[in-house]
């Protein structure tokens, strides 16, 4: 996945300070202009936007985000907050396109705006923090559509803004944010991506486990880039192999998100990967249900982990074959409107339904199966050898058969 190259380089959405104090009440004479991220108030106003978008209310967390447009016109605090709205948008099915002009179009206004008062103030932390946060978002979408050229141009714009910005001792522990998801991914990448690794030689060296520490600072004592920090943490631990982990944070979001449907899937993942079938099973229910009802927010990715997952479990532990079937199949069909074959589950489903055509006596659907199952697997990986050695041991068994005959 090279759009981690681009995660990398794509540094902070947010580096806000924790809030305790009234609410901005909207027309008052407002803050400095120059410190509208610091100002307790307004961190305080604009919580039930961010609720609001985080639990895929997006309609209502606009509106919540607009006054800060009209409140501040010269400002980019709103035009950012509209345009990450618009991102979070994209975020349940990264496959889709019809958010994308909006995201950018918010993101251009900020970056206008930011530059605007950067000019008058060269010296402005605060321009200088959404002139990396706006070109960190843009950066990330692009890195989605495979746009590497646009995607690099707008990383290495964010990592500049991202140094330009440093010393404000207000705004951390936030600032660690961006340090953090670049120390992890830097190295996460120069592990996994050899091909890559000529173009890490133009950024600075990252430390996963440093990336680590500094994501949970952040998702432990900061206030608007907490949820940034553990939507970057649920994945990373996933992929370090540390589901609990990534459990126990999936379903703290989930609690407070119900209507999430990035954190539900992990919830269901992550308890499947620890052998908890029984939360699986009711999780992956629920996900499927929420799909099958046009829940919005749910579609074809949520559907290919929830139906695998049923499948398997009415596979081994109900030991019901027409039903797995089914759920198999489903995952199968998922994947495919989705665009995912290169994903674990449509190889694991296919290898699934091939062992099922074996034991069943039905050879041709078997072949069909197994040869998908490593068609669309790592050589390496385990679907791939197991995939093989049952196709190995099925084609002998038809020869020796034939012989007989």
């Not at 305080?44 to 606009?62: K, P, Q, R």
Request: hydrophobic share 35%.
């Amino acid at each position: 996945m090279k759009k981690h190259l681009i995660v990398l380089l794509l540094t902070s959405a947010f580096h806000f300070t924790s809030a305790q104090s009234v609410p901005y009440v909207r027309g008052d004479k407002g803050p400095d202009m120059n410190k509208i991220l610091t100002d307790r108030g307004i961190q305080i106003s604009t919580t039930e936007g961010f609720n609001l978008m985080y639990n895929f209310h997006f309609d209502e967390a606009a509106r919540e985000f607009k006054w800060l447009k009209v409140e501040f016109p010269e400002h980019p605090i709103g035009d950012f907050l509209l345009g990450l709205n618009e991102w979070w948008r994209i975020v349940p099915d990264t496959k889709q396109t019809r958010y994308d002009d909006g995201c950018h179009l918010y993101m251009e206004e900020a970056i206008d705006k930011a530059e605007k008062l950067l000019k008058k103030n060269k010296g402005n932390k605060e321009a200088m923090f959404f002139l990396c946060a706006a070109y960190a978002i843009k950066g990330r979408l692009y890195a989605e559509r495979e746009k590497w050229v646009k995607a690099a141009w707008a990383g290495k714009k964010a990592i500049k803004y991202l140094d330009d910005s440093r010393g404000e001792e207000n705004i951390n522990p936030e600032l660690l944010f961006g340090d953090g998801v670049y120390n992890y991914y830097s190295k996460w990448i120069h592990e996994n991506y050899k091909s890559l690794r000529p173009l890490l030689t133009f950024f600075r060296k990252g430390s996963k486990e440093q990336g680590i520490r500094q994501l949970e600072i952040v998702a432990n004592n900061a206030f608007y880039s907490r949820m940034e920090a553990r939507y970057f943490l649920v994945q990373i631990y996933a992929m370090e192999k540390q589901p609990g982990k990534s459990l126990v944070m999936a379903a703290q979001m989930h609690g407070m998100y119900p209507d999430n449907s990035f954190f539900h899937r992990f919830v269901a993942r992550n308890s499947f990967a620890l052998g908890r079938l029984n939360e699986a099973e009711v999780y992956a229910r629920e996900l499927l249900n929420n799909v099958d009802s046009g829940k919005y927010g749910y579609g074809a990715n949520d559907g290919r982990y929830g139906a695998y997952i049923l499948g398997y479990i009415y596979h081994h532990k109900y030991r019901n074959n027409e039903e797995a079937k089914q759920y198999f199949s489903r995952s199968i069909e998922f994947a495919l409107e989705n665009d995912s074959k290169e994903t674990g589950y449509y190889a694991s489903a296919n290898l699934a339904l091939g062992k099922i055509a074996v034991a069943e006596k039905d050879y041709a659907q078997a072949v069909k199966y197994l040869g998908e199952a490593m068609k669309n697997s790592e050589k390496k990986s385990s679907v791939y050898a197991d995939a093989k050695e049952e196709l190995e041991t099925l084609t002998k068994t038809l020869k020796a058969a034939k012989k007989k005959k």
